[in-house]
């Protein structure tokens, strides 16, 4: 079966394989997304194989999942850390010659800020992904969580970076997207991200951000199912 972005099968590899890493005792950080959700099914087997995992959901969906499939929920302020956190992405780069070798862009399902809330506090970050998602240079949108009156302002500070900001789904009948925490999402294409570190600084630094979707030098591995197997990314 094909899913947007890459064959299902390709993520359910990748997913199943970081699945495999979570050990007896481990508070797991919960991704959201189609692949991450195989390793959310995988990591509910293992809890009703008789594992004690603890699971941090990112967002509404990956919750919902968790609670169907039996995995056990907490949250930051009732652990003393996170053993691992498994999150999927939009884009990683796969050039080992780029200096942002394994970035990524996420918040294609608007759960960015919390994903890097969950995803930064874990001792091993592993990213779950399928070859559509590698690029040598970030060059898809970068998705920007905004305080709701503040939407506007951001988009003025984004078009002064040379980015386009796009207010995601302004058109839909019963409004924009809105985020798990009550925020608005720009979608801002900036073409080609030649450094991603130095304009993740400038989105983080505009009054009315929430978060931002790039991640730079927050993975520890990406983990890429293919239709063979699974590759490993250091
Ligand atoms: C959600 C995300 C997802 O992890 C990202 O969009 C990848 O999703 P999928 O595994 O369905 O391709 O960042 O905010």
New binding site residues.
Partial sequence: MKTA?GSDEA?RRAGERAAAAVEDGFVVGL??????AHAIRAIGRAVDDGLEIRGIPTSFQSRQLALEVGVPLTDLDAVDGVDLAI????QVVDDRDAAAFGALI???????AR?KLVDTAADRFVVVADPSKLTDRLERSVPVAVLPDAHSVVADRIRALDGEPTLRDAERKDGPVVTDNGNLVLDCAFGRIDDPDELATRLSGIPGVVEHGLFVGVADATYIGTDDGVEVRR
């Fill in positions: 972005g993520k991704g959201t997304g189609s692949t991450t999150d999927g992405a939009d996420k918040g294609g399902g608007a759960a960015h994903e």
